[in-house]
T-cell receptor, first 112, second 110 residues
Framework: DAGVIQSPRHEVTEMGQEVTLRCKPI?????LFWYRQTMMRGLELLIY????????DSGMPEDRFSAKMPNASFSTLKIQPSEPRDSAVYFC??????????FGPGTRLTVT | DQQVKQNSPSLSVQEGRISILNCDYT??????FLWYKKYPAEGPTFLIS?????DKNEDGRFTVFLNKSAKHLSLHIVPSQPGDSAVYFC?????????FGTGTSLTVIP
């Protein structure tokens, strides 16, 4: 299996622009997680889906952030409008329920 | 508030010696604990885990210890090797909710 795939690997955008991050989970995994990594807070869970349904989005920082999972093989995390403080590495992970998560390589987002 | 804490941001160890990485948690409901290893420009990879019903789990050079009364988790690597140099995250879960620490950067000196 190719593992969790994320795109793009790097994104540089200007403040106010819309940013869309993409994730393809491992086939057969029912759970998908979006994390944000910063130096100060480490890995923060933003949202997770179970069987394509958002279960807990309490970690989503603001209404500017939204996530969708239209099918079992694709998810997006959108930031609109983006701000400099959104600069971070965003990871997607997938798992079978109650098993360890497998992480993608991450998307490094820089908002100038 | 951080429910999982790694109070040491970095650790340096001589090759061949033991590395001990520590993690504290606050939620007594956590029932599963994990350690992840992360190299630069890569996502974290699963290393080892332990259920709350156990106090020790061993896998080769890696051993995880759980002290539920102290709400403390540790990862022992022995002997340490230069390839172990990475950032180590501990994580705790209840149900399908995972909480990660901020990571400890381990450097193994040849």
């Amino acid at each position: 299996d190719a593992g969790v795939i994320q795109s793009p690997r790097h994104e540089v955008t200007e403040m106010g622009q819309e940013v869309t991050l993409r994730c393809k989970p491992i086939s057969g995994h029912n759970s998908l997680f979006w994390y944000r990594q910063t130096m100060m807070r480490g890995l923060e869970l933003l949202i997770y889906f179970n069987n394509n349904v958002p279960i807990d989005d309490s970690g989503m920082p603001e209404d500017r952030f939204s996530a969708k999972m239209p099918n079992a093989s694709f998810s997006t995390l959108k930031i609109q409008p983006s701000e400099p403080r959104d600069s971070a590495v965003y990871f997607c992970a997938s798992s079978k329920p109650l098993y360890e998560q497998y992480f993608g390589p991450g998307t490094r987002l820089t908002v100038t | 508030d951080q429910q999982v804490k790694q109070n040491s941001p970095s650790l340096s160890v001589q090759e061949g010696r033991i590395s001990i990485l520590n993690c504290d948690y606050t939620n007594s409901m956590f029932d599963y604990f994990l350690w992840y290893k992360k190299y630069p420009a890569e996502g974290p990879t699963f290393l080892i885990s332990i259920s709350s019903i156990k106090d020790k789990n061993e896998d080769g050079r890696f051993t995880v210890f759980l002290n539920k009364s102290a709400k403390h988790l540790s990862l022992h690597i022995v002997p340490s090797q230069p390839g172990d140099s990475a950032v180590y995250f501990c994580a705790a879960s209840v149900g399908n909710q995972f909480y990660f620490g901020t990571g400890t950067s381990l450097t193994v000196i040849p």
